[in-house]
Structure formats: C-alpha cells, structure tokens
C-alpha cells in the first residue's frame, strides 16, 4: 500500500489520484486524474537537488552569468513588467528569488531605483557573478531566514517555483515575507499552452522526448488553470498575468537528439533529428504566426497579492 502510494502520490494541488504519464531521461512523470487540474509532476521527487543547484553549470538556462554577455541589462518582458511596477506602485524593496546572472536586481537598483534589493541564489558560479557586480546575493536555496525574516514590497520568483520540491512551503514563506500589500511575481512554463500540448502529441507519433519536460531541474509542471487553483488556495488573488512564447533553441535542445545522433552516427538517428527539428521548427512558426489572437503561450508570468492585502 505504501508502494502504491509512492508511485501514484495524490496530486499537491487538488488532492486527487494521480496515473503514470510518460517517461523522460528515466524519470517518471504523474499527471492529476482530474481533468480540471491535469498537473503533471515527477515521481518520486528528486533527490539530492542540493548538488544539482550548487554546480550545475547550466542552471542559469536563458541567460547564464558564465557567457559574460553582460554588457547591459537585458530587458527582458519580466523585467520591464517589474519596472512598470515599481513605478506605479512605489515598490521600495524588492526580493529576487533565484537571481541568476543578477540582471533583475540591477534592472530594479538601476532603473526602478528601489532602496533595498536581495537576491537568494543557489547556484554557486551564479551566485559569485553576482557578488561581483557588487549586488547583495545570498548563496543557498530559499528560506525566511536567509534574508533575516525582512519584509518586501515585491518578491520576483522568474523560473523557481518548477524547480521546489515543496511549492506550497515555499509559496507560504514567501507570502510571509510580504509587506501590506505586497506583490509576488512568478514566472513559470505553462502546459496547457498550444506548444506543450502539440509537442505532447508529437512525441507520441514521432516517438520523441516530450520538450516541456525537463527533469530533475523541473519536478512540477504547472499550467494557468492548475497553478491560478494552486495560489488562490494560498489566499493569493490573481492581479494580472501575461504570456511569452517558448525559446525554440532550448526547446530543440530538450529533445536530445543532437547527443543521440553523436552517440550513435547512424542514418536512422540522422532522418529522425532531421524530422524532430523539422516539425518542432514548424509547429513553432506556425503559433509564432497565430501568436496575436492565442490566448495562452508557453511561458506564463502571475502578478498576485494576499487577499486580506485587498480590503485595504
Ligand atoms: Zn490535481
């Protein structure tokens, strides 16, 4: 019984049964038997995250601190969103959680000129990157303690909430850590988007890898309608939310074809990289295209405050 438990663990989100999905690089994914929630998770959560996050060196994913690219600050949809923020809001402190290559904290000390901006990151060569652009970075994973139980007007989360093996922990401390009418920023895939669920029925029929998988860095795969449900039952009100499209580089690269192919030099594995890129190139220009009327995209990015922050 307990075995049995262990394999098809109910869902974190709505409680319900969970069945086996599909496999990816040996890990097994569950998806929720509740057609509502649908949210698909590894089982069992990985261990020993500790050593994935202190040196692995591609952490970093979008813009790693090890390719110096640097120059300036990359404005990218999140950040500007945030800088609108600050600006309407008179946000004055700002905690990035999983800072990376630091650029949201100079974006927000720069621009938003906020008066205190922490970073918390795991990441050991992330961490000493940002440390040298003079920011205030703490190494390690999330905790109340590690900023001293100090409060902010908005806590960024761009990308972590996938990577945690207790969302609902981590989503309580970080609320906790909210000044009156405090903002939580979270950025994270989004499964129910057209791409994931096309490139869901293509890895069947081409047998491919499924790209919106990527264990062991991602354990939980959320989308719109499971994690609005996930923080609505923290008590977090929804206050805007934005899409952005997938990056087809990353996508491809989830696919792991180029590494077989290299493996194995065969002409088997050379028509199926050939036919993987080729399809997920088209889907990809096909929803860049359908971009303007889609209602939902990969990447989803969820403005939320406390409700009792609304009665006042
Ligand atoms: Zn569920």
Redesign the pocket.
């Known amino acids: 019984m307990e075995l049995a438990n262990s394999l098809f663990p109910n ?6 049964k ?1 069945k086996f999905l599909v496999l990816k690089d040996g890990f097994k994914h569950n998806i ?1 038997m ?1 057609d509502k ?3 698909i998770f590894v089982v069992p959560v990985p261990s020993n995250l500790d050593k994935v996050y202190s040196s692995y060196p591609n952490v970093c994913i979008d813009d790693l601190p090890i390719r110096q690219f640097h120059a300036g600050i990359k404005m990218n949809k999140n950040i500007s969103f945030s800088i609108n923020l600050i600006n309407s809001f008179k946000i004055e402190s700002v905690l990035d959680i999983g800072s990376r290559n630091g650029n949201f904290l100079l974006a927000m000390k720069k621009i938003g000129r906020v008066k205190s901006a922490i970073g918390i990151e795991p990441n050991t060569s992330a961490w000493q990157y940002c440390k040298g652009l003079g920011l205030d970075v703490r190494h390690g994973f999330f905790s109340k303690e590690i900023v001293s139980n100090q409060k902010f007007d908005l806590i960024n989360m761009a990308d972590v909430i996938e990577h945690v093996t207790n969302p609902r922990l981590f989503i309580r401390q970080a609320t906790q850590l909210l000044n009156q009418n405090g903002l939580i920023l979270i950025r994270t895939p989004n499964l129910s988007s057209y791409w994931s669920k096309i490139t869901y029925k293509l890895s069947i029929v081409l047998r491919l890898p499924w790209s919106s998988l990527t264990p062991p860095e991602h354990i939980y795969n959320f989308s719109k309608n ?1 994690l609005t449900n996930f923080l609505e039952s923290e008590s977090l009100e929804i206050q805007s939310i934005y899409f952005e499209p997938p990056n087809l580089l990353y996508e491809l690269g989830q696919l792991h074809l180029i590494k077989q192919y290299r493996k194995e030099r065969s002409l088997g594995r050379a028509f199926k990289f050939l036919v993987g890129f080729s399809a997920y190139t088209l889907v990809f220009v096909f929803l860049k295209l359908l971009q303007p009327i889609l209602q939902e995209n990969f990447s989803q990015t969820i403005l939320v405050k406390r409700v009792s922050d609304s009665q006042y």
């Open positions: 869902c974190m989100i709505c409680g319900s969970s929720c509740n929630c649908l949210f499971n």
